[in-house]
C-alpha cells in the first residue's frame, strides 16, 4: 500500500511540473472614439462630440435625450467584443426616478451631425442595464458581448417609455489615470 502510495504521488508531482504555466491573461481595452448627445428638444441640432454621458426623459416619455457612442479601430482577427461599464470606486452617477437605461446596436455608423432626426437607427436591443458604483471599491457592468467588427456604434437611452428618469457621468477616457465609463474588451 506505502509502494502504491508512493507511486501515486510520484506520478502526480511529475505531472504537475510537466504542465504548461497558463500566466495572467490581458484582454484589449479600448474606449469610445466618438460620443454623440441626442435631444429630442433640439430635433435638428447637431450637438457635437461630448464626454457627458447622460440619457434623460420627463414624465410620458417626451423630452429625451440618448447617447450614441463608437469604437473604432478594433483589430481584424479580435474576439469576444464585451461593452462594460467602469467605475472607480466612488464614481459619481446620478440616477433619478426611472433611471435604467437601453442599449442599441446601430445600422450604420455615427456621425457628428446627427440630430435626434437624424440618428441611425437601432438594428435591435442589446442590453438592458442599472447604472452603478460602489463608494468602496471599483465597479464593472458588464451590458452584452458582441461579435467583434473594426468599427462598432450604440445608443444609449432610458429604458422606460413613460417615466422620468435621468441617468449621467463623466465620461474619462485614457489618457486619464483612471478611465471611467463605456469601454470595450476583447480578446481575453
Known amino acids: 500500500m506505502l509502494l502504491q502510495t508512493l507511486l501515486s504521488t510520484t506520478f502526480l508531482l511529475t505531472l ?14 479600448g474606449f469610445p472614439s466618438t460620443i454623440i448627445s441626442l435631444d429630442q428638444k433640439a430635433p435638428t441640432t447637431a450637438s457635437g462630440k461630448t464626454l457627458k454621458i447622460r440619457a434623460l426623459q420627463s414624465a410620458g416619455g417626451t423630452g429625451r435625450e440618448a447617447m450614441e457612442f463608437q469604437f473604432t479601430n478594433i483589430p481584424a482577427n479580435s474576439y469576444g467584443c464585451q461593452l462594460e461599464l467602469n467605475f472607480p470606486a466612488g464614481t459619481s452617477i446620478t440616477n433619478q426616478g426611472s433611471s435604467q437605461i437601453d442599449t442599441y446596436v446601430l445600422d450604420r455608423d455615427i456621425s457628428v451631425a446627427d440630430t435626434w432626426n437624424r440618428a441611425p437607427g437601432k438594428s435591435y436591443l442589446f442590453g438592458t442595464t442599472n447604472v452603478y458604483s460602489d463608494p468602496g471599491m471599483p465597479t464593472t457592468v458588464v451590458v452584452n458581448s458582441v461579435q467583434c467588427k473594426p468599427t462598432l456604434n450604440f445608443r444609449v437611452e432610458i429604458a422606460s417609455q413613460t417615466q422620468a428618469g435621468v441617468m449621467a457621468f463623466a465620461q474619462q477616457n485614457p489618457p486619464s489615470t483612471q478611465p471611467v465609463g463605456f469601454r470595450l474588451t476583447h480578446n481575453c
Open 16 to 29: 504537475t511540473a510537466a504542465a504548461p504555466s497558463l500566466g495572467a491573461r490581458g484582454c484589449s481595452i
